[in-house]
């Protein structure tokens, strides 16, 4: 499963998941609703696609795909190879439509995620040693800390790595201050 930022105001101008459904039909076939919302798919070598919208607005997507000998054979058969690049090819620009963001971007953007994730991280860490070294910090100050550790590690749990790197910073200017 993987989740793709999505520009400010796609999800809404496409009509959130129904009009994601809605796109999906010009990409894929066998397109149908999800259970969640959003649209169940198949194309060439894509065997199964699901994708809708999440409550963050962010696109959730989980792609399987043809291997080992049902893949050998359909790259050996007539058209086989083109099909194959038409499902990559296909796949790209639904993503570029359904993101508002190109494969580059898109890619800047997961970078950009997984760095606020790693900070967050740190922030924990490094919060953890301070409070483990430190006899100044009162019972008060150590209890919000906890809770706020506990708030960082949730909204990692969600994914939220903007958020939980906030709550991180909090952490830290409450220890160190």
């Known amino acids: 499963m993987e989740r793709f930022e999505v520009r400010r105001g796609v999800a809404k101008s496409l009509g959130g998941n129904a009009g994601l459904e809605k ?9 149908s609703a999800g259970i969640d919302g959003g649209f169940n798919a198949s194309f060439g ?13 962010k696109l959730v997507v989980d792609v399987k795909q043809m291997k080992g000998q049902e893949l050998q054979s359909l790259l050996h058969s007539d058209d086989g190879r083109e099909k194959a690049m038409a499902s990559r090819t296909r796949w790209s620009s639904f993503l570029d439509a359904a993101t508002g963001y190109d494969a580059k971007k898109r890619g ?37 800390a906890a809770d706020l550790i506990m708030q960082v590690e949730k909204k990692l749990e ?10 991180s910073k909090q952490l830290n200017k409450l220890i160190e201050g």
Do not use: H, P, W
């Open 158 to 167: 969600e994914g939220n790595g903007t958020r939980a790197l906030s709550l």
């Open 108 to 144: 800047d953007k997961a970078k950009e995620a997984a760095k606020k994730v790693s900070k967050a991280k740190g922030n924990i860490r490094q919060a953890q040693k301070f409070m483990s070294m430190s006899s100044s910090l009162d019972e008060q100050t150590l209890e919000q």
């Open 45 to 57: 070598i894509l065997t199964n696609i699901t994708a809708n919208y999440s409550d963050d607005g």
């Open 23 to 31: 796109l999906a039909t010009k990409y894929f076939e066998q397109v």
